[in-house]
């Protein structure tokens, strides 16, 4: 890298000038590439190349040294440098890749997850001002992300983790949806509102939020969320209506105990899930479910 450095001048890019480099999920032929040329044998290099160049690189050596020891703190910096600024990446075949390495080289020594990134983190963290965490929450994950992103290199992320924009005055009464949560199956682990109710889900919950939350995604034309009967959800699980009435009340009281020990937020019992004799996610509680458990 630093011979190509070297031997290419830096340019601004603006002007319409043709970059180097391109990121993302780049189609070559049969095979995909996260960072590939689009010239050959360029005279310069913009900024922006070199930006992708050492990205691409300090990926690579991160990886290496997680491959060779096994190391999750690498295999997470080395996701950190790759997914940053990319919102395609969760839907890109990468996610798979990197579990797959990680699988392979750790020897099933840890739960790895590719898609609680660091950049995730600190979403689920901002959402989680909204519902007023602890004192004690807000510091474990600050200094977690920090010790991520400067551990990465991602210095300026590092450093913003420490002063950041909150979205809601934490002094204030109200603000805008401040009941609406955003519900996220990253695989094992169920997110609401940026607080994790489970480390691993149970399969039967596993199975009945996706079924509810694919309902929920499809809304129908005018906006209505249909509720699946008792006898619908129990068919598309495989579960007796017996066995999802008790895997609904276990999830609403892991909910309320969270919300209780790490917030000041009392929570309604039907705030994700209305139920019985129908279920459904309640729209009027839920602004946003995202499932990436298929793509584990």
Known sequence: MQEILRTHPLVDGAGGRVHAFHLGDVRSGNYGTFVESSTVRPDVLTTRDEALLKRYVHTSEYLIVACRYGARRDFDAALDIFSCGWSAFRASPYPKIFLHLADRYTDSRHDWNPHLTAHEGWHRMLRTYRI??????????????????????????????????FPVELGADTAPDLDRFEVALYGSPLSLEGMTVYEIMPQPLTDTLRVLGEVFTQRQPDGEIPFLSAAELSQRTNRTPAAIAQTVRRFRHACQKIFREAAD??????????????????????????DYSSVS
């Open 265 to 290: 937020h009392e929570l309604i019992q039907d705030a994700v899930i209305q139920g019985r004799p129908g279920y459904r996610i309640n729209p009027g509680k839920v602004q946003r479910f995202r």
């Open 132 to 165: 007023r965490v602890k004192p004690r929450v807000v510091i474990d994950t600050v200094t977690t992300l920090h010790d991520r992103f400067a551990y990465a290199g991602l210095e300026t992320s590092a450093a913003v983790v420490l002063t950041p924009e």
